[in-house]
């Protein structure tokens, strides 16, 4: 299975940014599709961000225009730059990775506290 490790969690203030990595490690080539959901305390988690090996996103209404997932495939790493941050944002954030794009070998990172709030 794949090894996700998230970083770059913090507490930021209304209006601020934050960058957000994860690095996934194994014996795999390439991983089909990798992600970042959320989820707030009382809340189901919820998809974020996606992306794929070929660079195709997709991305939850509530933060378009302002969070931006991209990969680095040499590195086997994903990012989200998430700017004009919200209070609504606050949740743990987790990584996760779609080996084959299909739901049957999925991986979990162990989450990363945003928390945003003046």
């Known amino acids: 299975q794949v090894l996700l490790v998230e970083s770059g969690g913090g507490l930021v203030q209304p209006g601020g940014s934050l960058r957000l990595s994860c690095a996934a490690s194994?014996?795999?080539?390439?991983?089909?599709?990798m992600g970042w959901y959320r989820q707030a305390p009382g809340k189901q988690r919820e998809l974020v961000a996606g992306i794929t090996r070929f660079s195709v996103t997709n991305y939850a209404d509530s933060v378009k225009g302002r969070f931006t997932i991209s990969r680095d495939n040499a590195k086997n790493t994903v990012y989200l730059e998430m700017n004009s941050l919200k209070p609504e944002d606050t949740a743990v954030y987790y990584c996760?990775?779609?080996?084959?794009?299909?739901?049957?070998?999925?991986?979990w990172g162990q989450g990363t506290q945003v928390t945003v709030s003046s």
């Open positions: 996760n990775a779609d080996l084959y794009g299909n739901g049957r070998s999925e991986s």
């Open positions: 194994g014996t795999f080539i390439i991983i089909y599709k």
